[in-house]
């Protein structure tokens, strides 16, 4: 006898990436989609009725998903998670932006419920990650620049992906302490910062690179998304991973490293 297929419902549904989630879900054996709801009123997506998101905390308790995957933005992601913690359903969020006390209000939810943020759903992000700390602890004293890329559309900056390398970086190089955002001007170049760039062009999925340079040589690690499925099985997987766990803060990282001890 077959399991019964996860149950996830999906906000943000007429957004770039809420497309790719329903689409990514409709290919996925083993999903079935709950309910899509999204603030203005959209055609159906990949077969899907999008309701008004209005009706989501109706939605929760009636469908009652096994989880519910969201890509809108911050003060949505807030109330989504609330309502996720009333209802009793696990959220996995990929919303970026955040302000500190919306982060808090997330983190709150998840006494409730299992919440799992991550600003990147993309294995290779993942990797880079890796190696950017791995790179920063071997070359002391090296300068430290990120470069983040993205579509017109993006409105946060820099990327939540490039705040999760700075944080990186942070942590293993302790002398790093500044982050300059861009330069113009008079402006030379101190010991304890980073610089961190955010470009805005055209339909560019998502690139991240890190250049370390010491006097004699640079060493630059990038990462550049195709495209958004790979954000959306990484979110579908996260997904999969969560339904079902103790409330509780969870990240992307724990699901890969469930996946190696598989
Ligand atoms: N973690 C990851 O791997 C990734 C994260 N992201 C992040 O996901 C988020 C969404 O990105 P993207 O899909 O490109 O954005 P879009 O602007 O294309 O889509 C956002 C969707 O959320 C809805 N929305 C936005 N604000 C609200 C609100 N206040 N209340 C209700 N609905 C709202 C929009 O509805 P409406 O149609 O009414 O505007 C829209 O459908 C961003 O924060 C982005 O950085 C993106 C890609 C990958
Ligand atoms: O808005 C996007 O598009 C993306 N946002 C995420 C971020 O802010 O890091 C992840 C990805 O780079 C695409």
New binding site residues.
């Given amino acids: 006898m077959s399991a019964d297929p996860l149950s996830v419902a999906v906000t943000g549904a007429g957004g770039?990436?809420g497309r790719e989630v329903l689409s990514a879900a409709a290919d996925r054996e083993g999903v079935a989609v709950a309910f899509a709801v999204n603030r203005s009123p959209v055609d159906p997506v990949a077969g899907v009725a999008v309701e008004p998101a209005d009706d989501l905390d109706d939605l929760l308790a009636s469908e009652e998903p096994d989880v519910l995957v969201d890509f809108t933005g911050p003060a949505s992601a807030v109330a989504y998670a609330e309502a996720c913690a009333d209802a009793g359903v696990p959220l996995v969020t990929?919303t970026?932006?955040f302000a500190d006390a919306q982060l808090d209000s997330l983190r709150a939810a998840s006494d409730a419920v299992p919440v799992l943020k991550a600003?990147?759903f993309?294995r290779g992000?993942a990797a880079l990650r890796r190696a950017v700390r791995e790179a920063a602890a071997a070359l002391p004293g090296y300068d430290v620049e990120l470069t983040?890329t993205?579509?017109n559309g993006?409105?946060?900056a820099p990327?939540?992906?490039?705040k999760?390398i700075l944080g990186d970086v942070e942590d293993v190089r302790g002398d790093l302490d500044e982050r300059v955002h861009g330069r113009e001007g008079d402006a030379p170049r101190s010991p304890g910062e980073v610089g961190v760039h955010a470009r805005r062009a055209g339909d560019v999925?998502?690139?991240?690179e890190v250049l370390l340079a010491g006097n004699r040589e640079t060493l630059e690690l990038t990462h550049r998304?195709g495209d958004?499925g790979v954000?959306a099985e990484g979110a579908l997987d996260a997904a999969a991973w969560l339904a079902g766990r103790d409330p509780g803060w969870y990240g992307f990282g724990e699901v890969l490293d469930a996946d190696g001890d598989a």
């Fill in positions: 770039r990436m990929g970026t932006g600003s990147n993309a992000v983040e993205h579509h993006k409105r946060d990327s939540g992906t490039a999760s999925t998502g690139e991240h998304a958004r954000f």
